[in-house]
């Protein structure tokens, strides 16, 4: 019998993660392109270790904003929008080239991650800014946008995370946001893994390493065979 698949994903890049020992553990891994953390040589170094352990790239694209770490909503309009997505993809694209592998599918981070769950014209601009490249995220304006124009769409989770009633993520200043002792985590993590295509550990939470090592052990133990999504 097949076993079920799980992809499991980070983000990475960002300049306060371990990236290489997460690179280590992860299936896929989501790249900030320089918009709210990273630089060029730091896309570099996460593609060329990517690609040396098969780890699947995907382009973490943000607002214009390092100072918040893009975790502040901005109104941009559409056009702008889509230029800063399509410039964020194309560079990490051309990066990821030259390192011998290629981007493989599209994620907002931070606040555009949840503007674009119910904002059709940003979610619109994030699209047309990332071509024809998959779309990982959470139920919402983006994936059935990308569902209608035939994109591909996978859905993620976060066992790291707190969740509402309504599924969305709780605000990261509310009680029980942030989900911080390993059991807590890969509990959520399996409850997860049957709904979702990819679980998702953010890279700057502490413990970040050790959950991910955690989740996999978890996952594999619990018959998942840990796959990405893409590519």
Do not use: W
């Amino acid at each position: 019998m097949e076993r079920p698949r799980i992809d499991l994903n980070a983000d990475l890049g960002e300049e306060i993660t371990d990236d290489e020992a997460l690179l280590a553990v992860v299936t896929s891994a989501n790249v900030a392109c320089g918009y709210h953390a990273g630089s060029r040589e730091v896309m570099r170094v996460v593609c060329a270790e990517a690609a040396r352990l098969g780890v699947v790239l995907g382009a973490q694209v943000s607002y214009d904003d390092r100072a918040n770490f893009g975790r502040v909503e901005l109104d941009v309009s559409y056009a702008e929008l889509r230029e800063h997505v399509a410039d964020q993809v194309g560079q990490l694209a051309e990066i990821a080239a030259a390192e011998g592998t290629a981007v493989r599918y599209v994620k907002p981070h931070g606040a555009l991650y949840h503007r674009v769950l119910d904002d059709e014209e940003q979610a619109r601009a994030v699209l047309d800014g990332s071509g024809q490249l998959p779309v990982l995220g959470m139920p919402g304006a983006l994936l059935r946008l990308a569902e209608a124009a035939g994109r591909a769409v996978f859905r993620e989770g976060f066992p790291d995370r707190g969740y509402t009633p309504d599924g969305r993520l709780l605000p990261r200043s509310a009680p029980g946001a942030l989900v911080e002792d390993a059991d807590g985590v890969v509990a959520q993590a399996l409850a997860l893994a049957g709904r979702v295509d990819s679980v998702c550990l953010h890279g700057d939470s502490p413990g970040a390493v050790g959950h991910a090592h955690a989740v996999r052990r978890s996952l594999e133990a619990s018959g998942f065979e840990l796959r990405p999504f893409a590519g």
